[in-house]
């Protein structure tokens, strides 16, 4: 963090001579060599001015070892005040849990279970009364518990799962080299195999849906690399503080809360009754 004395492209001056790429190009390079980006900020995009000339030169930068740590962090550029021409970074952790209650995902692997269509079939014929879109959501909540019992059974921790078959596949085969006529070995070391190849086109249907990619091909490579990908697209998301109605900053979850639901209230009108 710091005043770096360079800015990253056009959007970062006001006024002045324009940006020439000989000016970025040397920063822009340092940054994605080092795989530095900023951290999420609020308060004044530009942090350095002479009354006449803006510019974004001051900045808090992290890298993917830092991203991986998922630590609720951001910075807030505040005026220069009276004493100095560049803005104040005041970084702020916040250890809270700001994640709430997880949102309910589908994954596609665990329709490669033998019990994935019972189970559907067994909460789908239940009778709901209202309307088919109501009933159509029902069901779809009804499904919840069933396929979270299903996902905690026999995938969770898919990569936990891999490392342990992979592990239980060594130990057995140093065993059977040692007795290479054992039958009983000859017929386990097929079973461990095939839950190693299953465990791992699992591992890798996950990944691959999480991360949205086709081109995925070896799960093993690059692992930490398409977290970093997964916790900037998270980062990117999070609203660590806003402007309230009455020009106030404020960084409470709760205050964010009450101003969303404040802001769409005015912003559809009065709310009325409807039917199911």
């Known amino acids: 963090m710091g005043d770096f004395n360079s800015v990253l492209s056009q959007t970062d001056k006001h006024n002045g001579e324009p940006v020439s790429t000989y000016e970025t190009s040397d920063f822009r390079e340092c940054c994605t060599d080092l795989g530095l980006v900023d951290l999420n900020f609020t308060g004044c995009h530009f942090t350095w001015n002479n009354g006449r000339v803006w510019s974004k030169i ?46 309910f995902k589908f994954f596609n692997m665990w329709a ?55 592990a239980s596949l ?30 791992k086109s699992l591992e890798k249907m996950f990944f691959s849906q999480k991360l949205k990619c086709n081109f995925f091909k070896d799960s093993d490579r690059g692992t930490s690399f398409f977290h970093a990908l997964m916790n900037q697209k998270n980062r990117r998301n999070y609203i660590p503080a806003i402007h309230c109605s009455d020009g106030t900053l404020t960084t409470s979850e709760a205050e964010m809360g009450e101003e969303f639901v404040r802001f769409y209230q005015q912003l559809l009108g009065s709310c009325k009754e409807t039917l199911p």
Request: charged content about 25%; glycine content about 4%; overall charge positive.
């Open 112 to 166: 490669s279970h033998d019990n994935f269509l019972q189970i559907i079939s067994d909460n789908w014929t239940s009778h709901i009364q209202g309307s088919p879109m109501f009933s159509l959501c029902k069901k779809l909540k009804f499904l919840k518990r069933p396929l979270k019992e299903l996902n905690k059974l026999h995938f969770s921790h898919i990569s936990e799962r891999v490392a342990r078959a992979e």
């Open 58 to 103: 001051d900045r808090v930068l992290v890298n993917s070892s830092w991203s991986s740590l998922q630590a609720p962090a951001h910075v807030h550029f505040g005026t220069p005040g009276a004493f100095t021409d560049h803005s104040p970074a005041i970084i702020r952790f916040d250890y809270q849990n700001r994640q709430g209650r997880c949102h």
């Open 170 to 199: 060594k130990n057995h085969q140093i065993a059977l080299h040692d007795d290479r006529d054992n039958l009983h070995l000859l017929e386990h070391d097929k079973q461990l195999r095939l839950t190693l190849m299953n465990l």
